[in-house]
């Protein structure tokens, strides 16, 4: 299979995101690549399967297809009206019954369609091959049939996800069925290794290695999750470099393996930057937010659906930004638009200092009202949202004893202290203040002590599924018995406050709340000073000579320099506003586009079993820090909600997901 240059990895010409490449293969290499002859000018039909519809919408924009010649998509599993004076395109999964389905459209006298464009997702079997080539009827029809190798979902600049939304279930899960496992690991393989035929990059694959208690205890199936999707990823690469032109023989960059029990506080704390704010307490469908807008006609106020993504320019800037600061710097930018304003001046008549608020209401009244302030007004309702929700729930105190717990400052004590008065605290604030004291604490919840916990914080037995489960995930039961391991939850005993972090001190912190920092940015910045202990962290392949030569490069670069273990970071909110601290977005994409040359190696980082929001933010922090673009992968990009609510169904056999709603 060939590929344009637009789809190279980033040595050479512009650097592009995985989200970019995935486009231009999506829109060039494929769509574009169907006019040809007699098909140039035409209109055609774009046929995609379930999974293959969300790849696209991932990526594309409906007007984006539309100018490559799509005028109309289509389902393969839904009736279809023919159109055999069109062509067709077919971007599907390989699949059996996606091939039956394609060859009952082609085949016989009254084909659907006059041509077929066929794409395939990922490899496609040579038994499927054969059934195709079978029909004499269907194969002078066909005008393509290719491989895509592209069957993930690019969900960030710097994220993609395999779509595997029962993975936890699925390898976690009580009645450990390791053939259902098995299969999940080979679809996510697949999709994984699709990643680097897309980028052309060839890694170097490290995972986390199985670590049994001692010599009488088995390894589990849970335990080699990260050997088996390893192999898995390994053998899929194998076949790339000798069926892909032009891929690479040697490695160009390097990928990790972990899974879920790698941090389990993670996926519970609350994390106060703008983007997680928004995906934790308001209900949101994934990047989707309905607000009310005035009408224009002088009625009741119309609901209005936005998506918060790259392409708006506030969202880029503050959604890696404390909630506090975000609400500061749209405060500024609303106060700057006032003050450059003379018709908003003469309506400020009494000389008083305006609220947020007041400064949006005035705004919206100007005729110069412009799509730029109709962003910026939107993000002063969604902040003040959510301020709201913080100061009605309590949230800064009960987001201070969570960081207090996991920094070692707070304990048993402090937890009994703040369930016994602070009785009108949510119910799922309550139950991942419990999850986060039963991953530091598991011999709190043995026996009676948990259901003790449990009726204490008036939480329903059926929360008590989501603090048990947690023990499925590994870590934090077998913390007593296993060596210390600055990875993985283990805890110093002769403390008498267990801490699941250590402090990265360093000069003053502005904002309290931004101590907490997921276990991937210790691993990630070990990876890259070449400091991640092989024992713990094998690879499947030794890296070429080159490979060793380009890290070393980007290793001695001053700004790749990781502070000690015992510092604390300085998080960007405690910054000035101009200093390239890399949680801005605009901070990652102008290093990215103006000398990404300078930059090493990629570095990619999988998490099995769903990955956070606090994950993303540190990959897309540490790509400006470390000089190297940081991209995290995983089964699942899950909010705390979903995250709670796929852990109690590990062992729930006979509940749907709306029975588990928190």
């Known amino acids: 299979m060939s590929y344009s240059d637009s789809d190279s990895s980033s040595y050479g010409g512009d650097h592009k995101s995985i989200r970019q490449i995935t486009r231009d293969r999506l829109l060039y290499e494929m769509l574009r690549s169907t006019k040809t002859g007699d098909s140039k000018s035409k209109w055609k039909v774009l046929i995609m399967d379930k999974l293959t519809v969300k790849i696209m919408s991932c990526s594309c924009k409906m007007a984006d297809i539309t100018e490559e010649g799509v005028s109309l998509v289509e389902d393969i599993y839904r009736r279809r009206q023919p159109l055999p004076s069109m062509d067709a395109i077919y971007f599907i999964q390989p699949s059996k019954e996606n091939v039956i389905m394609f060859l009952s459209d082609m085949s016989g006298r009254s084909p659907l369609y006059k041509k077929a464009f066929v794409f395939f997702s990922s490899p496609i079997s040579r038994e499927l091959v054969a059934q195709v080539k079978r029909d004499s009827t269907v194969l002078p029809r066909i005008g393509a049939l290719r491989e895509m190798n592209l069957e993930y979902f690019a969900i960030d600049s ?106 389990q506080i993670a996926p519970i704390i609350h994390e106060w930057t703008y983007d997680a704010m928004c995906h934790d307490l308001l209900n949101m469908e994934g990047n989707k937010y309905v607000h009310e807008v005035p009408s224009k006609t002088g009625g009741a106020p119309e609901k209005k659906e936005v998506i918060l993504e790259d392409h708006d320019p506030v969202w880029l800037e503050l959604r890696h930004a404390h909630i506090a600061d975000a609400s500061e710097r749209l405060h500024e ?118 259901h003790n916990l449990m009726k204490l914080a008036k939480l329903p037995m059926d929360d008590m599924n989501a603090v048990n489960n947690m023990r499925l995930l590994g870590g934090a039961t077998e913390t007593k018995k296993s060596s210390m391991s600055s990875f993985t939850l283990k805890f110093d005993m002769h403390k008498k406050k267990r801490g699941a972090r250590k402090e990265r001190t360093s000069e003053e912190e502005t904002w309290q709340l931004s101590r907490f920092y997921p276990m991937i940015e210790e691993l990630i910045e070990k990876l890259c000073k070449g400091e991640l202990p092989k024992e713990d962290y094998p690879c499947m392949n030794d890296p070429s000579p080159s490979f060793h030569g380009t890290s070393q490069v980007v290793s001695s670069n001053p700004a790749s320099a990781a502070h000690s273990m015992r510092s604390r970071r300085t998080p960007t909110w405690a910054r000035p506003r101009n200093s390239d601290d890399g949680y801005s977005s605009d901070s990652v994409l102008k290093h990215a586009s103006s000398d990404f040359k300078k930059l090493g190696n990629r570095i990619f980082v999988f998490i099995v079993g769903g990955a956070t929001r606090s994950e993303l933010r540190v990959c897309h922090k540490l790509t400006t820090k470390l000089r190297r673009e940081v991209v995290l992968g995983s089964s699942s990009l899950d909010d705390p909600p979903q995250f709670i609510t796929k852990l109690k169904l590990l062992t729930a056999h006979e509940l749907s997901l709306d029975d588990l709603q928190i």
Request: some cysteine; overall charge neutral; glycine content about 4%.
């Open 158 to 263: 710097q994220c993609f996800v395999t779509d595997n939304e029962r993975a936890l279930e699925d390898l976690f899960g009580d009645d450990e069925n390791t053939r259902r496992g098995d299969v999940c690991l080979n679809v996510m393989a697949n999709r994984i290794a699709t990643v680097f035929a897309s980028l052309r990059e060839f890694p170097f694959v490290r995972y986390r290695a199985a670590k049994s208690l001692d010599a009488s205890t088995m390894t589990t199936f849970r335990d080699l999750i990260p050997t088996k999707l390893a192999a898995g990823i390994w053998n899929c690469l194998a076949k790339y470099k000798q069926s892909i032109p032009n891929f690479p023989q040697t490695e160009t960059c390097e990928l990790l393996i972990l899974e879920r029990s790698v941090d």
């Open 333 to 450: 930018k609303m106060t700057n638009f006032v003050s450059k304003n003379k018709a908003a001046q003469i309506q400020q008549r009494d000389g008083s200092e305006l609220s947020t608020r007041d400064l949006q209401k005035m705004v919206q009244a100007l005729p110069q009202y412009s799509e730029q302030i109709d962003k910026l007004s939107l993000h002063v309702e969604i902040a003040g949202k959510i301020n709201r929700i913080i100061r009605e729930t309590g949230l800064r105190e009960l987001g201070q004893l969570e960081q207090d717990l996991v920094f070692g400052d707070a304990g048993m004590k402090e937890v009994i202290k703040f369930l016994t008065t602070k009785e009108d605290a949510t119910r799922e604030n309550k139950l991942r203040l419990l999850m986060i004291l039963a991953a530091i604490y598991p011999e709190k919840f043995e026996g009676e002590k948990g």
